[in-house]
């Protein structure tokens, strides 16, 4: 079983419509993150959150909200999804802060 | 202002031969520096990393050179092999604050290893 999953892989929604993507980790990490990737645009972090009570802004938080419901789950809601928002999304955990960041498998999200 | 630059977006190599990717940032707060592998519907895997205080750190064939003077890290493949061929990202981390350990990543660069 893979460490670190993400539902759905793929999504296909409407301008204004409320989304939310998952993320569940059995590595035990305590750091999570979210980034988007467009193409020739490399990773962009959205969200991070360190443990369950304390979540951070990343670069590009507008127009995105994260809930951390437990050590293992880390949720991405669009709330009102728009077409710039087209991307892959991926989720991310690590153990300490040097450590490297072990990814999921990604999302591909498409608003129309 | 772009802070991790990777300004090669594609690279071809023949297989057996050398691959160097090359990377470039602009804060001098960076302490530590990996690269990513992502090959097409997964996400990226980690490779190798590099702390500021050293200049090399070597895994097999593959060997991460940092010039902190130049603010440049380079990524050498040795021999390069066909299933080599991805997507590579340089990432750097900072080493103050709230942020210390959250990665800046690069536009990445395709490589393509030709047999």
């Known amino acids: 079983d893979a460490d670190v999953t993400q539902t759905p892989r793929n999504r296909i929604t409407k301008t204004g419509k409320r989304i939310m993507l998952e993320c569940s980790q059995t590595?035990?990490?305590?750091?999570m993150y979210w980034y988007r990737q467009d193409p020739g645009l490399g990773l962009r972090l959205i969200y991070y959150?360190?443990?369950?009570?304390?979540?951070n802004k990343g670069e590009i938080s507008d127009g995105y909200s994260v809930s951390r419901q437990a050590q293992a789950k880390f949720s991405l809601s669009l709330e009102s999804a728009i077409p710039n928002q087209t991307a892959l999304y991926f989720c991310?955990?690590?153990?300490?802060?040097?450590?490297?960041?072990?990814f999921g498998p990604g999302t591909r999200l498409t608003v129309l | 202002d772009q802070q991790v630059k990777q300004n090669s977006p594609s690279l071809s190599v023949q297989e057996g031969r050398i691959s160097i990717l090359n990377c470039d940032y602009t804060?001098?707060?960076?302490?530590?520096f990996l690269w990513y592998k992502k090959y097409p519907a997964e996400g990226p895997t980690f490779l190798i990393s590099?702390?500021?205080?050293?200049d090399k750190n070597e895994d097999g064939r593959f060997t991460v050179f940092l010039n902190k003077s130049a603010k440049h890290l380079s990524l050498h493949i040795v021999p390069s092999q066909p299933g080599d061929s991805a997507v590579y990202f340089c990432?750097?981390?900072?080493?103050?604050?709230?942020?210390?350990?959250?990665?800046?990543f690069g536009k990445g660069t395709k490589l393509s290893v030709k047999p």
């Open positions: 590595k035990g990490h305590d750091r």
């Open positions: 590099i702390s500021s205080i050293k």
């Open positions: 991310a955990t690590s153990d300490l802060p040097f450590d490297e960041q072990f």
């Open positions: 959150s360190f443990d369950v009570k304390d979540i």
């Open positions: 804060n001098s707060m960076f302490d530590y």
């Open positions: 990432a750097a981390s900072p080493n103050y604050g709230g942020s210390q350990g959250n990665l800046i």
